[in-house]
């Protein structure tokens, strides 16, 4: 599937060229066109800014017209900050990332286009594309072309992305516990129950005990807290107290 290509139209300063680069490469974009840059190109305040994106600023393609740098997409979103009187649909970030993925499953050329950091797009420019975006904000609604892209790439990326909402890291000691593991803290942690005369009546000692390995189950602890739990018990079990500083 083709990502959509970023175009920014007469950007102004080299370290918003290099924001927009490194939000990109963040977000599995690498396609960047750039209309009539104020400051020429290459730039090296642009590449300074992508840090490790830099790659993004090297494939970058140069047009001295809109029209040039649009010309071989078959879809294309305007990304603007205020309501510009155009009968355009106005999409969220999230719906046109949507919509650009389901353009590019059928072999469509997409593309986002941004402008510049004094006045954005203007009218003539928003007239070339399909629809507008707008991101969502609160009373201060300017961003900057770097948050812009930002935004829009990684609403591109969410898209499509299949990352839990949700997850446990599994490093080493972040791994599941073997049973093996598990039955040695059961066993360890009866044992002193036992012995401290908790597990009380004798009658009940087989029901307290299921009650208590449930409980450690629904914990769903790690192996690195099976280890700390145990030291736990050592320590209580040995009666050892830390001086406090």
């Known amino acids: 599937m083709t990502a959509p290509s970023i175009i920014l139209s007469r950007p102004q300063l080299g370290e918003n060229i290099g924001a927009a680069a490194r939000a990109m490469a963040n977000f599995g974009l690498d396609d960047l066109r750039l209309v009539a840059p104020r400051d020429g190109w290459p730039n090296e305040k642009a590449n300074h800014m992508a840090v490790g994106a830099a790659f993004v600023n090297e494939k970058a393609r140069v047009y001295q017209t809109l029209e040039e740098a649009l010309g071989d997409l078959n879809l294309v979103y305007a990304t603007t900050a205020r309501d510009r009187g155009t009968t355009k649909e106005v999409l969220?970030?999230?719906?046109?990332?949507?919509?650009?993925?389901?353009?590019?499953?059928?072999?469509?050329?997409?593309?986002?286009?941004?402008?510049?950091?004094?006045?954005?797009?203007?009218?003539?420019?928003?007239?070339?594309?399909?629809?507008?975006?707008?991101?969502?904000?609160?009373?201060?609604?300017?961003?900057?072309l770097g948050q812009t892209v930002l935004v829009t790439a990684y609403e591109w990326l969410r898209a499509g992305d299949c990352t839990p909402p949700a997850r446990i890291e599994h490093g080493p000691y972040h791994r599941k516990p073997t049973r093996e593991e598990m039955f040695g803290l059961f066993d360890h942690l009866e044992r002193e129950l036992a012995e401290s005369g908790f597990l009380y009546p004798p009658a009940k000692y087989d029901t307290m005990v299921r009650a208590i390995r449930a409980t450690v189950h629904r914990a769903k602890l790690t192996y690195q807290e099976v280890q700390t739990l145990r030291g736990m018990i050592v320590a209580l079990v040995k009666n050892k107290h830390r001086v406090r500083k």
């Open 92 to 144: 969220t970030p999230e719906e046109a990332a949507k919509r650009l993925r389901k353009a590019a499953a059928r072999g469509e050329k997409t593309g986002i286009l941004f402008g510049n950091e004094r006045a954005g797009l203007d009218n003539d420019e928003i007239s070339l594309t399909d629809a507008v975006i707008m991101v969502p904000t609160s009373e201060f609604t300017s961003l900057n």
